[in-house]
């Protein structure tokens, strides 16, 4: 696999970020109490639920379905929400996809063209994130670079672990600021792994 940059540090979590990359343009829901759960064996049960759903919605156009985040990491403790990378020709061309993933009920939650062309979908029974993502991207490559040294290595599990639970017991507002705020450890254990910056960012 290519080996993508370092992300950037998350930017701040503001109202108007918010309204800017949420489909519709209003506030998403407050986040309320964050549920730290220890790891479920049923999780990975749960992605086979929805990789099942998307790719008989999406057919050939899922290029590929991916179980990613920390339920997808055996031992992990994480919120009781699947992850699922979905990667197809161009997510900017939403009339090929999001259809059917409509039609499958899942729901589009957030629409981001400056990064990556993301767009995030909720599924519910069982309760999932699903991101679209296009073909060679970085961030998608992140995701399962960051699981598979989770997986193989128990002190970074345990330290970003710890990290989730502080961040819930001590409370956000809106689920970015979770993200947000575990962006430092993401990113520290990412350079653990071999990430650097870009040569652009080098040059900056």
């Not at 930017?11 to 964050?34: H, K, S």
């Not at 990975?44 to 790719?55: D, I």
């Not at 995030?120 to 991101?131: K, R």
């Not at 970074?156 to 961040?167: H, N, P, Q, T």
Request: glycine share 6%; hydrophobic share 40%; with cysteine.
């Amino acid at each position: 696999m290519r080996m993508p940059p370092l992300p950037e540090p998350s930017p701040e979590v503001t109202e108007e970020w918010l309204r800017q990359r949420n489909a519709g343009g209003v506030l998403p829901r407050p986040a309320g109490v964050i549920e730290i759960r220890d790891y479920d064996l049923a999780w990975p049960e749960m992605f086979a639920e929805h990789e099942k759903r998307l790719r008989t919605a999406l057919g050939p156009a899922a290029l590929l379905v991916e179980h990613v985040g920390s339920t997808s990491v055996p031992g992990l403790a994480a919120k009781p929400r699947i992850d699922v990378d979905v990667i197809v020709a161009d997510p900017a061309d939403e009339p090929a996809y999001l259809p059917a993933l409509e039609a499958a009920g899942y729901v589009l939650r957030v629409r981001e063209p400056d990064w990556y062309e993301h767009r995030c979908l909720h599924g519910f029974e069982p309760t999932a994130n699903v991101h679209v993502f296009g073909p060679d991207c970085d961030e998608f490559r992140r995701h399962v670079i960051f699981r598979d040294w989770l997986r193989d290595h128990p002190a970074d599990r345990e330290r970003y672990a710890a990290e989730k639970r502080r961040i819930a017991a001590a409370g956000v507002t809106f689920m970015a600021e979770y993200a947000a705020q575990k962006s430092g450890v993401v990113i520290d254990i990412l350079r653990k792994a071999g990430l650097t910056v870009s040569n652009e960012e080098k040059r900056a």
